[in-house]
């Protein structure tokens, strides 16, 4: 009588597992597992060797085999787990930095603690005049669609907006599909989306966040800047509410000396749309290199809500209307602290940081 193919398979089983326990690093795994699981393992050559059985007994083998395969494959898998988290474990061991550390005589004592940087307490700054009128305060992500970025704003495929000056373009998708965004009006869409979907109107928030447009660095622009928005939908909201949520802001954040005014402009999700500008704080007005020999500085745009940005995302405008507007958050430090060139908010020397301490 020939002996099943399978009459030591315990035996050799538990040979593997011995094996793939003793395994210690991930290199070694990668070496025996060809002998272990591959096409001439122990457990190939005996699955190769049923087809001399009759067709119950080759069923209730190949079962077996199938069942001894399948605990060696999770024990490998297991141990591959087990020496990758050993392995990075090392790795991490051997980058770590003891912060704790104090070269006695390379730094100034007592040391300086860190401070947040001038945008970001500008930006904070913002944020608590903008909640003091009502508003709350939202975010969105840097990397945008096309949609949200452009088309959901009425900026068509064939606007300048879009044109490879202006836009950082992702290598992701379709060509010119992905974007850093290059304003945060794409958080408004986000924002009426959800009001839409959650049946949650009205709409009275900001968003700030960090923009991205490929402009050359000068005294009053930046290629990666930051924004701070506002959108308000509610019923009857008219013009005049815009410009005295402008007003009060001017006079809140800047103070009551500093004026502001609104100039007709165009944008293409707003109509009626416009700038707004403020009293040049460098110069008060009389005119300097910032602000071009005008006496006033540009902070942004602004607008009723065009029926088609509210369409875009359903919102009936018979029953809804609403205004947006922009302005820049390192505009707005580089006004308020008197700073004749935005290039200085990058530049990281420690004799203007400490001014901000």
């Known amino acids: 009588m020939t002996s099943s193919p399978l009459a030591n398979l315990a035996t050799q089983k538990a040979g593997l597992l011995a094996a793939i326990a003793a395994l210690a690093t991930l290199d070694d795994l990668r070496e025996a597992e060809p002998a272990i699981t591959g096409k001439r393992s122990i457990l190939s050559t005996l699955q190769k060797s049923l087809g001399s059985l009759e067709p119950d007994a080759r069923r209730e083998a190949g079962a077996q085999l199938q069942e001894a395969r399948r605990e060696v494959e999770a024990a490998l898998e297991l141990r591959r787990t087990v020496l990758a988290a050993a392995a990075r474990a090392v790795l991490l061991e051997s980058d770590r930095l003891d912060l704790g550390d104090v070269v006695v005589g390379a730094v100034r004592w ?5 401070h947040p940087g001038l945008v970001a307490s500008t930006q904070r700054a913002l944020e608590d005049v903008f909640v003091g009128m009502g508003f709350t305060v939202a975010e969105g992500p840097e990397v945008e669609s096309d949609w949200y970025n452009f088309e959901a704003l009425n900026i068509p495929p064939a606007h300048p907006a879009r044109g490879m000056w202006d836009t950082f373009y992702v290598d992701l998708g379709e060509p010119e599909t992905v974007v850093l965004r290059t304003h945060t009006s794409p958080t408004q869409i986000h924002l009426m989306e959800v009001a839409v979907a959650a049946d949650s109107l009205p709409i009275h928030s900001v968003m700030p ?7 050359t660095p000068d005294a009053r622009h930046l290629a990666a800047f930051h ?25 809140a954040y800047f103070g009551p000396d500093i004026e502001s005014r609104l100039r007709p402009a165009f944008f293409p999700f707003t109509e009626p749309s416009a ?5 040049c704080t460098i110069c008060r007005g009389e005119g300097c290199r910032t602000c071009s020999q005008t006496g006033w500085i540009e902070l942004g745009g602004c607008g009723m809500l065009d029926p088609a940005v509210l369409e875009a995302v359903g919102i009936d405008g018979e029953v809804w209307s609403g205004f947006a507007f922009g302005f820049g958050v390192d505009r707005c430090a580089q006004m308020r602290h008197q700073i004749a060139d935005m290039r200085a908010l990058i530049e990281n020397d420690t004799r203007f940081l400490r001014q901000f301490s």
Request: glycine share 12%.
């Open 110 to 114: 007592p040391a300086s603690a860190g």
């Open 227 to 251: 924004q701070i928005e506002g959108l308000v939908v509610d019923r009857g909201i008219t013009f005049a509410d815009l410009a005295g949520v402008i007003e009060t802001f001017t006079r």
């Open 209 to 215: 966040g960090r923009c991205y447009r490929r402009d």
């Open 275 to 279: 700038e707004f500008e403020v009293t």
